[in-house]
């Protein structure tokens, strides 16, 4: 595949961005995996070793994202669909910067060197 056929829908706010994100716990590793088509959508797809109780999924993904981005992890929040696989996920900071940082993230999974 020569370029990413699927393009991630980032919601903006007035404190940052929306990321929709499917989140699989109790994986091997934590890892952000790239996108993935999901019910009409895209999203981004994400793994983590926690389990999903006592909110400790979410936790780890806020936490994997924070460091995926550079980013303070008090700037990353699970916002909606806690208990749910899909997750709308909160990003604090600049929208226009964060959506190029996102985008620069992704092309670099995409790369043979990674």
């Known amino acids: 595949m020569d370029g990413p056929l699927l393009k991630l829908n980032l919601r903006q706010t007035p404190t940052g961005l929306i ?4 989140l699989t716990p109790k994986a091997a590793r934590d ?12 999203v981004l797809k994400a793994r983590v070793r ?20 550079g980013l303070p992890q ?4 699970v916002v909606q669909g806690g208990k749910s696989r899909i997750k709308q996920v909160a990003v604090e900071g600049n ?4 959506s190029a940082l996102i985008c ?6 995409n790369s043979p060197s990674s």
Do not use: H, Y
């Open 95 to 98: 929208g226009v910067a964060l």
């Open 19 to 22: 990321v929709a994100v499917r």
């Open 31 to 42: 890892a952000i995996e790239g996108l993935e088509a999901f019910d009409g959508d895209t």
């Open 74 to 77: 008090s700037a990353v929040s």
């Open 50 to 69: 926690a389990l999903p109780e006592a909110g400790r999924a979410n936790a780890a993904l806020e936490k994997l994202i924070a460091k995926w981005l």
């Open 104 to 109: 620069t993230r992704l092309a670099e999974l």
